[in-house]
């Protein structure tokens, strides 16, 4: 059975820094290209990054560029998001998820990652201003 388990929210200020993890079982990990997804009260599931594969090729939605940075460690089947300078507007339920590697950065993370097969519970990220 796959199971996909993020962890490392939390309550933090504005200005302050957060890794959070997700870490994949009962798949082939270097077969799926990755991403962070995120959904706010209220808001649309939105895609925030992605990766593929290898880890060679990553995308990110403006409102994140410069301050989150999204990366993975194969050999752990595990998916990472830092995640700095943090804002109010951050806050939300951040979920990971999976796909075959077939599949392109931009078209996993569009559309609230509507493509994406695989998916954990989430994981809280508050940041208090």
């Known amino acids: 059975q796959v199971q996909v388990v993020e962890s490392g929210g939390g309550l933090v200020q504005a200005g302050e820094s957060l890794t959070l993890s997700c870490t994949v079982s009962?798949?082939?990990?270097?077969?799926?290209?990755m991403g962070w997804f995120r959904q706010a009260p209220g808001k649309e599931r939105e895609g925030v990054s992605c990766?593929?594969?290898?880890?060679?090729?990553?995308y990110y939605t403006d409102s994140v560029k410069g301050r989150f940075t999204i990366s993975r460690d194969n050999a752990k089947n595990t998916l990472y998001l830092r995640m700095n300078s943090l804002k109010p507007e951050d806050t939300a339920m951040y979920y990971c998820?999976?796909?075959?590697?077939?599949?392109?950065?931009?078209?996993?993370?569009?559309?609230?990652?509507?493509?994406?097969?695989?998916w954990g519970k989430g994981t809280q990220v508050t940041v208090s201003s």
């Open positions: 990766i593929d594969w290898s880890g060679s090729s990553t």
């Open positions: 009962g798949l082939t990990f270097d077969d799926y290209s």
């Open positions: 998820a999976a796909v075959p590697a077939v599949r392109g950065l931009l078209t996993m993370c569009s559309r609230g990652g509507a493509v994406m097969d695989y």
